[in-house]
């Protein structure tokens, strides 16, 4: 494999992950709202028509349930289908064919047949949207045995993993950012570059805090890691989970023996949100031991997302709060 | 339209019988406690069942509802297989961990029985995607009940379906009810095939859906059509089930009158007279036909009853593919 790397967008790594995969199986097919020649709703799927045809750039009507059904359906029987859910927020048109189809086929009919299907969400708010096109809804998801629930935070991660959901013989449910749709970073060109799903990632050592995050916030919380270090000298850990089910548990638990003391930051509502589960985790494992100070969450704020951009902006973690909330962990004792 | 063999019409009446006694048996094992859940039973409506899936060919999918017993009857499914399944047993269809609900027939073209209503209508569409990307020249076969076309899905997928041209006929099995909510009061039509002209697609009626020719020699007039790539067709008969909607209905909502009055037309009786007016077989070679029948699912019956209970660990498997 080569190492050769370019800088591209996490579109472009979206682009580029899914025509690659395309190019190598002709059973691998995207199909949704506006794929074609408007290229996804957030151009994620920009010049693929052009290569691949309508027949694999598969545009549909307004019809979120039929689209979902259809997907599955085409999986059960050799495609694989990725669906461009474009609005997270939409998705509760699909439950029914996520949950109690795609989830729990291969289990009810007692490990027969498999449903290779990616579903991609524009998750999280920043563009002012308001409060039915800004949710980050994956601990729905991760709350249903069956389903793989990815949430990468760079454009690399997002093509790596991108690629193996599409490869994975299980029903995925893969988050992306769409404030973050032009976020810039290195990416590996070589085809053959595919992540391990379920592989937390350190994205940065440390040893006095530990940070676990996902998704958007791990821009942020790279960032306040390193001004609090300048500005403190403060040493903080940050584990990118990238993959929440299955779920690195050993690379948080490590990280946690390591630093005792561990902030838990995730853009979704705070009341039953995915790093609540982390917390519990943690707390049931040995890892509790080595805490010198309580587990602390900076979630969204449970509101629906408010439409102005001040009380929109507010409504999750800030580099600000990160920053707040790793020096308090800091300084208990 | 083609004549039937002698061969396929007599096969057509082992698999109704099939359902049948595989179904009062089950029916007779619910009422002594000895079934440990949840079942629906088809009986009543064998012909409706027999005589769609009898004209579909290998390779076709069918895509069924939460009162599959028939419809996997009539796709051949192994029968002892499905009475372990519906015991809850290791070697059931499903290892015993779908049951009746659930019972499923991959590697024959059977997309399983679902428990949600509507459910197996976004999988029918999807697995007739595949038939028509992949140019197969297969279809699909999605079956449902009365009160799913009231589902949203109904509505997403027959659209979908329908502007696509896939290779899907959707079947409204009509039993008059859905548990006990007569179908008349809950659609302002009088049937839901009229439906298909919002979709510009054929819709079809078969008033008799006990019998069993009426529903055969129609269907495959439809399968050539939709095979030919013409698109989907809608297509609605009328039957209805003798027992309650499951396990644990009390029947209120119906009149013995009303249920003695469809009992007299009863889908076997009806075929079986054929049979015999036309020569086709003896009265005779029928009722041993039914006593094998009941011979095979007394041994379905001991074949389930002697299988394992599935192992704790079990229940862990299967949820992911490696």
New interface residues.
């Given amino acids: 494999m080569s190492n050769e790397t370019k800088l591209m967008t996490v579109r472009d790594a979206i682009i580029s992950a899914m025509s690659e995969e395309m190019r190598l199986d002709e059973n691998v097919f995207l199909i949704g709202e506006d794929v074609g020649i408007f290229g996804g709703d957030f151009g994620t799927s920009v010049g693929m028509l052009e290569e691949f045809g309508k027949e694999r750039v598969r545009d549909t009507p307004i019809s979120e349930n039929a689209i979902s059904g259809a997907a599955i359906g085409a999986a059960m029987t050799g495609m694989r289908p990725i669906v461009d859910v474009t609005f997270m927020d939409f998705i509760v048109y699909m439950m029914d064919n996520i949950v109690n189809q795609a989830a729990k086929t291969r289990y009810m009919f007692g490990g027969k047949g498999q449903v290779p299907v990616v579903f991609r969400c524009a998750a999280g708010s920043g563009v002012g949207s308001a409060a039915q096109h800004s949710q980050s809804l994956e601990s729905w998801f991760c709350h249903i045995p069956g389903l793989k629930v990815i949430a990468p935070g760079t454009p690399a991660d997002v093509k790596g993993l991108l690629k193996a959901a599409v490869r994975d013989n299980n029903p995925v449910i893969f988050l992306e950012y769409k404030a973050q749709y032009n976020m810039k970073g290195e990416v590996p060109t070589d085809p053959n570059f595919v992540l391990p799903i379920g592989k937390a990632d350190i994205k940065k050592e440390g040893k006095d805090v530990t940070v676990v995050t996902y998704g958007r916030m791990l821009e942020r919380v790279l960032q306040a890691a390193n001004e609090v270090a300048e500005s403190d000298g403060v040493s903080v850990e940050v584990v990118d989970l990238r993959t929440l089910i299955p779920l690195d548990k050993e690379a948080v638990l490590e990280s946690v023996k390591k630093t005792g003391r561990v902030l838990l930051v995730n853009d979704a509502y705070k009341t039953n949100g995915f790093i609540g589960e982390i917390s519990a985790i943690i707390s049931e494992s040995d890892a509790f031991d080595y805490l010198d100070a309580p587990i602390l969450r900076l979630a969204g704020e449970d509101v629906p997302i408010p439409y102005n951009h001040a009380l929109e902006t507010a409504m999750i973690p800030s580099v600000e709060r990160i920053k707040k909330n790793i020096l308090n962990l800091v300084n208990k004792r | 339209m083609a004549e039937i063999s002698k061969e396929k019409l007599l096969h057509m009446h082992k698999l109704m019988l099939d359902i049948r006694n595989f179904d009062n048996k089950v029916n007779q094992m619910v009422k002594k406690g000895k079934v440990p859940g949840m079942t629906h039973f088809s009986v009543g409506e064998e012909a409706a069942n027999v005589g769609a899936i009898a004209a579909i060919s290998q390779g076709d ?1 069918i ?1 069924s509802n939460h009162r599959g017993h028939g419809q996997s009857i009539a796709m051949e499914i192994d029968l002892n297989g499905m009475m372990a399944e519906i015991m809850g047993k290791a070697n ?7 049951g009746s609900m ?1 019972i ?1 027939d ?2 024959n073209g059977n ?2 029985a ?3 209503v509507g ?1 197996g ?11 028509k ?2 140019n197969t020249g297969k279809i699909v076969l999605c079956c449902f009940g009365d009160g799913a076309c009231n589902e ?2 109904f509505h ?2 027959v ?2 379906a329908s ?1 696509w041209k896939l290779p899907v006929i959707f079947y409204s099995i009509n039993n008059k009810y859905g548990i006990s909510t007569p179908i008349s009061s809950v659609i302002n039509i009088e049937y839901n095939y009229l439906r298909a002209a919002s979709y510009g697609i054929p819709g079809y009626l078969i008033e008799d859906g006990n019998d069993l020719l009426q529903i055969y020699n129609k269907f495959e007039e439809i399968v050539k059509y939709v095979r030919e790539g013409n698109g989907p067709v809608l297509i609605e008969t009328l039957t209805y089930r003798w027992f309650g909607h499951s396990s644990s209905d009390p029947g209120k909502y119906r009149t013995k009158e009303e249920v003695d009055e469809w009992k007299k037309k009863d889908p076997i009786l009806k075929f079986k007279a054929h049979l015999i007016e036309s020569g086709i077989a003896t009265e005779a070679e029928l009722d041993e036909m039914d006593a094998k029948s009941k011979e095979g699912v007394e041994e379905a019956v001991k074949f389930a009853q002697s299988s394992p209970e599935p192992s704790l660990e079990s229940a862990f ?5 490696d």
């Fill in positions: 999918f895509t059931g269809t499903c290892k015993g961990k779908g659930h499923a991959l590697d997309l399983g679902n428990g949600i459910g209508m976004g999988m029918a569409i999807g697995a007739a995607l595949t038939q990307m992949k949203g899905t997403e997928c659209n979908l502007i498997e299967d949820i992911f593919v």
